[in-house]
């Protein structure tokens, strides 16, 4: 009897019919012999719809209030779910975050989960019921609820079936698994059978809408498999693996069009330069992607680029103002129409010319390449919003993804 | 430092723009120099909405996850509130039935509170906070959530009062006091500055809208003092004190055209016969209000007649019929169209002729009395429903109540 953690998202469970559904296919996952414990996300735009409540009386509002209020709408959901499938003549039971033993930090909105006390999961399974669990919350040292923040109903599942040593953690959501890349970008983009979960974590920007990154990086310390499938379709849907266990050269292509470009061209070399401006940017909880620095030799000078979500743009913008605002020399220089294209590969590290052929791809189609970033398993590159459907059919390709 | 408990009702939170005058009602409060706990119910029609999401499902779902569900309302508004007191930068926390240390019995959707551990409420209050509270809810020795039924919320306030010794528990409502009779009929009729709590209790029918009896019971058994006011307009309300404290031969009329007769007529004079009957209706779960018995001296049959609500009309005609099927005499009527008029006074209990003056108003006006039940404190009669206005009129003029 194998023990199997199910998620479903939020559209996955977006309305009566759809939690119906997924109570059949839960069921259906039960009687072919197997413990399960699922873990859902609140319906469709109920987070939403509670954040616009609260936003009639304050944007701002104290954190702990914050995940009381939004922490309502996976109990919601857990709790029609466990009556669908009781009405399906299954039994079940749902449970909270803190009746799941989901312990967390004393912070809030987004914490991380520190344990996960799983008497009361086992207790209920070892009475044949399938548990459904809200994800996406918690329960601090204090007593009060805690919520890890967006998409954190993937790690609050990856930590369950870790915790109960779960034989696999199944991750249902609205695409049929993970493509080469955007399939709605390159309709002949492939659905990988595998990705590892380092490929899968840096395939973050092209992978937002099927699976959270710290979800993966959670499932990568826990060494736990996963396996992302459609929700509401058949399908093999793809496996994300142990490095190990597969060596692909390039994986897919990631792409990320909410991004905005900032240069701050003719910066003077002295020392803390970068650590004040980054610095002032992390202050103010902005997020900086790509990052690169080049120095002209002659003036000493140098010029730093880097990138932010679109949204950032203009408080970027303002603070890096307002940084550089005593070098004489220094000019700022902003484009919002910026996408970044990023190929992923465990395999790349043994094998060089990988950046180059991306290069070689981009420069036939004649698509200037603004920045450049690197890790060990990625490339990026910043170019023109305007060329980024032609950049992904140019590097798909080069690198034969479709075969 | 006085320590005020205030109750909220669904209405008194029902919207945004409610729940931000609420938050500045309270803190007035707090700031007279006050210790303040608030209970509140949840928004409008949440759990109306919540129901129909579960009825989508099925009619009929388990109790604990439909308490589950259905308790997501309070904190909801709970957190709002608190959320709205923070933002006209008063101190506050909310607290769910769990948290604030709520416990019931086992069984759910209409359990009955058994203790308030009060020790997190208690440090919370003494760290200057406004303690808003999810009233409805509690939790039970397993960790489940439960609800403790339709206006419930009234109940956890009174209970929660009573464990911190609170000195008022003032219930806020949308309208400003308790009537002689229900002014939507009887356009003098007079608020009452004071009622006692067992007036109170059996002007359940005409309070149903204002306080629960339930919690009128817990407050009388706890010798808490409440007092009734509109959540959004000044007044004096009315104050529901120990009956010590007010001696008053007839307090107020109480109707109630939600119901429906049942007559069973010539039943044999045989032991258990009553016993049977009402002990199948409750087995259903049905609740009987009057019950009347007469007996046909000289054929040793006996008359029973019976009133329960509308909605178990039909459901009370059918078991009638089942049990009474053997006896060859006995025959059934039903009414639908019937009401009950009731007047209610703690000084009833010393003073005679009270129910004969009654009975004389309504005889004056031509209305026949289909049944009569008396309490100490309480004549009620049944009559026909057309006749109902007329009867209040009757009556509230022959007590002189208007005075």
Redesign the interface.
């Known amino acids: 009897m194998a023990l199997i953690v199910q998620k479903y998202g939020g559209t996955s469970v977006g309305s009566?019919e759809k939690?119906?559904n997924v109570a059949k296919k839960v069921i259906a996952t039960k009687n072919q012999g197997n413990q399960l414990v699922v873990v859902v996300s609140a319906m469709g735009n109920t987070t939403d719809d509670?954040i616009a409540?609260?936003n009639?009386?304050?944007e701002e509002?104290?954190p702990?209030?914050?995940d009381?209020?939004i922490?309502?709408g996976e109990?919601?959901s857990?709790?029609?779910l466990?009556?669908?499938i009781?009405?399906q003549k299954e039994n079940s039971?749902?449970l909270?975050g803190w009746?799941a033993g989901v312990l967390t930090e004393d912070i809030h909105m987004k914490c991380k989960i520190l344990d996960v006390d799983s008497s009361?999961i086992k207790a209920e399974l070892a009475q044949g019921k399938i548990v459904v669990i809200t994800g996406f919350q918690g329960i601090n040292s204090k007593?009060?609820?805690t919520t890890i923040g967006r998409g954190g109903s993937d790690t609050s599942a990856v930590v369950i079936a870790a915790a109960l040593n779960a034989d696999v953690c199944e991750i249902y959501t609205d695409v049929d698994g993970i493509y080469t890349t955007d399939p709605r970008k390159l309709p002949h983009a492939k659905k990988l059978e595998t990705i590892s979960h380092e490929e899968m974590l840096e395939m973050a920007s092209l992978g937002a809408g099927v699976m959270h990154p710290r979800a993966v990086e959670t499932a990568k310390v826990n060494k736990m498999n996963l396996h992302v499938k459609h929700s509401h379709k058949e399908g093999t849907g793809t496996q994300i693996i142990m490095s190990g266990e597969k060596t692909q050269v390039v994986s897919g292509i990631a792409t990320d069009d909410n991004i905005a470009k900032i240069g701050v061209m003719h910066v003077p070399d002295i020392p803390g330069v970068a650590a004040k401006l980054f610095g002032s940017l992390a202050a103010e909880k902005i997020n900086v992607d790509v990052i690169v620095q080049s120095i002209h030799e002659i003036k000493k000078l140098n010029d730093i680029s880097f990138t932010v979500s679109k949204d950032d743009y203009k408080k970027s913008l303002k603070i890096t103002k307002a940084i550089t605002s005593d070098w004489k020399e220094t000019q700022i220089v902003g484009d919002t129409k910026v996408a970044k294209i990023s190929i992923v590969g465990i395999g790349m590290i043994s094998a060089p010319g990988v950046a180059a052929k991306m290069f070689h791809a981009l420069g036939k189609e004649k698509i200037n390449i603004q920045m450049i970033s690197t890790s060990e398993i990625k490339v990026s590159c910043i170019i023109a919003e305007d060329h980024l459907v032609k950049a992904i059919r140019a590097i798909h390709d080069e690198f034969e993804l479709h075969k």
Request: proline residues 0%; glycine residues 2%; positive net charge.
């Open positions: 009566i939690i119906k509670l409540l609260k009639q009386i304050a509002v104290s702990r209030e914050y009381t209020l922490s309502t109990n919601i857990a709790a029609l466990a009556i669908a009781q009405d039971i749902s909270t009746q009361r007593g009060d609820i």
